[in-house]
């Protein structure tokens, strides 16, 4: 089992930055793939970012420029460094991890809300 814990969210004004945590805990082991999700209200849970093991990335394209993820496996912590932020990128942020095709695991989420 693995855990995932979001840090970091919070209010922020058009074109401001925040930076995104997520410290995996558990059987950290058998984690080869992490990611970045966000959900709207009222909208499905997208793919904003994510890293496999050997630091191969890809981003949806809403976000590409200016999002960057990171891993630190020193510290099993995933990073989203989210720069020139709109009021769309107001979502919940959900931390994802996963095994391969036979398991993954979520975090609780983070609300990020981009407002002036």
């Known amino acids: 089992q693995v855990q995932l814990v979001e840090s970091g969210g919070g209010l922020v004004q058009p074109g401001g930055s925040l930076r995104l945590s997520c410290a995996a805990s558990g059987n950290i082991f058998s984690i080869n793939a992490m990611g970045w999700y966000r959900q709207a209200p009222g909208k499905q849970r997208d793919l904003v970012a994510a890293i496999t093991s050997g630091g191969s990335t890809n981003y949806a394209d809403s976000v590409k420029g200016r999002f960057t993820i990171s891993r630190d496996n020193a510290k099993n912590t995933m990073y989203l460094q989210m720069n020139s932020l709109k009021p769309e990128d107001t979502a919940v942020y959900y931390c994802?991890?996963?095994?391969?095709?036979?398991?993954?695991?979520w975090g609780q989420g983070t609300q990020v809300t981009v407002s002036s």
């Open positions: 994802h991890a996963d095994s391969g095709p036979m398991y993954d695991w």
